[in-house]
């Protein structure tokens, strides 16, 4: 039978290279004589503990390369991780990380109290006491759990005061904006929530006094503290109500929020700082130049959309 030849693929249809050859002596050429036939002189062969012992080294790498595959992961992870930020971008800028790292401090240590903590008017304070005095580490968590939500707090406003001041506010970071403000809102909600669940005489009567603050507020505010005291008084029901305000509701929606803030951060990019000028691109002209040469023809900033009125 004839032997049919495969026709010649254009060349303008073939992609190029993804990566550059490297040329003689660079690094990936070896430098040596070329290897000598395989068929007439075989490498020696691997016993079955050197290939398991390749294989496992590899198995990180395979795992990964399997997800990757059906994800696709490593294009958002490299456009995340590998982002251009700009000119003068300086230590302030850590501040939206570092209230990320206090909230991620707080989820992990949370967890571990929650497996000895109960939420019951009459247990509340001894499993504390227990967690304090017996669990090992458990002083440790407990006091990271609790200082951490003031240094959240802290960081949260700090941050907020950063993107203020260096307008990171205005358009097109409104909604950005927005999200941080329910996030703020939502934090303080976790501190205020948490506060009440140790159930001694200092968080109860802070509670109180917090609840009827929230009283005071126009229109919402009685509602919003009867929700909160989940009856006539501050008791079980308000214990059970926190108990589930800051275990369940508020870290699912701050969790949710972090995901859309962190997306618009990585879509947007960051804002320069405000004293950074942006540099006139090389071959830019003047506005009035490109309007036809003059800035008082009528044709000038009006036809643009520009005019300041
Ligand atoms: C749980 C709370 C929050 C976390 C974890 C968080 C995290 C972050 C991170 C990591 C960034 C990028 C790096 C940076 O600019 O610092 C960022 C940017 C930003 N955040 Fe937050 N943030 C939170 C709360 C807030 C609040 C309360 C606001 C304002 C009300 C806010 C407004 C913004 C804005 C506008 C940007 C864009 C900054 C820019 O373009 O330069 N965030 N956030």
Known sequence: MPKIRAPKIPDFVVPPPL??????????????????????????????????????KEAPVDVLAWVDQRTGASGFLTGMMFRKVPKGTNWFYTLGSATLFAFIVQAVTGVFLAMFYTPSVTQAYASISHINNDVPLGQFVHGMHKWGSSVMVILIFL????????????????????????????????????????????????????ININGTGPIVGPYLSDFLRAGPELGATTLSRFYAIHMLLVPGAIIALIGAHMYLVVKLGTTAPPWVRATKPKGAEPVAQLDGGSAGDGAGPAANGGSRG
């Open 159 to 210: 941050h907020m005061g950063r993107t203020f001041f260096f307008g990171a506010y205005k358009y097109p970071r409104e909604l950005n904006w927005v999200i941080g403000v329910v996030l703020l809102i939502l934090t303080m909600t976790m501190a205020f929530t948490g506060y009440l669940l140790p159930f001694d005489q200092r968080s109860y009567w802070a509670s109180i006094v917090g």
């Open 19 to 56: 990566r550059k050859p490297a040329k003689p002596g660079e690094s990936g050429t070896p430098k040596g004589p070329a290897p000598a036939d395989l068929k007439t002189s075989p490498p020696p062969r691997k016993t079955h503990g050197e290939r398991l012992e390749g294989q496992a």
